[in-house]
T-cell receptor
Framework: QQPVQSPQAVILREGEDAVINCSSSKALYSVHWYRQKHGEAPVFLMILLKGGEQKGHDKISASFNEKKQQSSLYLTASQLSYSGTYFCGTDAYGQNFVFGPGTRLSVLP | EADIYQTPRYLVIGTGKKITLECSQTMGHDKMYWYQQDPGMELHLIHYSYGVNSTEKGDLSSESTVSRIRTEHFPLTLESARPSHTSQYLC?????????????FGNGTRLTVT
């Protein structure tokens, strides 16, 4: 079952913050986050494992709430290079790894 | 750095032709995947493999077939191309468990069937 992502799309100005959410009705082993720029392949950002944790590099971080089966991706002080479509992917008990529908992020100067 | 290669990068072909999209990886990954993606849209899993001689159909019904005779090679074949097959096809690989192993994607093949 595909995870749900929200919002579907977001427009920011440079320097603003954004949060992208990913939730599942299934009990999750892990959550992946990827970014895909226009005309390119998706690129891995980070994996969060069951047990609830938070990860981050540079100004992009994420959390995984095991009780809610929800992960959030935090983009701080956004840059033009952050524009793209963000996909979460979930690994759940009894099902294959599956991507969410994506969130389109546009950062304007 | 991920090493997964897809050829051709672009392909324009007529209806009814047989085509094979190539995908190779040099990371020794057991698991490989084929996704279909229209521009700006969702990633749809069409085939995957756990290793040599293992192939499974994904969530999206597809008229394509795959084979996995060698660990590094996972080609996708369309026996008779149709305009509805026009899309981008992305190959990916990961360690044996996607639980803690990220997917590495190739650059994709953009297929146009006329």
């Amino acid at each position: 079952q595909q995870p749900v992502q929200s919002p579907q799309a977001v427009i920011l100005r440079e320097g603003e913050d954004a949060v992208i959410n990913c939730s599942s009705s299934k009990a999750l082993y892990s959550v992946h986050w990827y970014r895909q720029k226009h005309g390119e392949a998706p690129v891995f950002l980070m994996i969060l494992l069951k047990g609830g944790e938070q990860k981050g590099h540079d100004k992009i971080s994420a959390s995984f709430n095991e009780k809610k089966q929800q992960s959030s991706l935090y983009l701080t002080a956004s840059q033009l290079s952050y524009s793209g479509t963000y996909f979460c992917g979930t690994d759940a008990y009894g099902q294959n790894f599956v991507f969410g529908p994506g969130t389109r992020l546009s950062v304007l100067p | 750095e991920a090493d997964i290669y897809q050829t051709p990068r672009y392909l324009v072909i007529g209806t009814g032709k047989k085509i094979t999209l190539e995908c190779s990886q040099t990371m020794g990954h057991d698991k490989m995947y084929w996704y279909q993606q229209d521009p700006g849209m969702e990633l749809h899993l069409i085939h995957y493999s756990y290793g040599v001689n293992s192939t499974e159909k994904g969530d999206l019904s597809s008229e394509s077939t795959v084979s996995r005779i060698r660990t590094e090679h996972f080609p996708l074949t369309l026996e008779s191309a149709r305009p509805s097959h026009t899309s981008q096809y992305l190959c990916a690989s990961s360690g044996v468990s996607s639980y803690n192993s990220p997917l590495h994607f190739g650059n994709g093949t953009r297929l146009t069937v006329t």
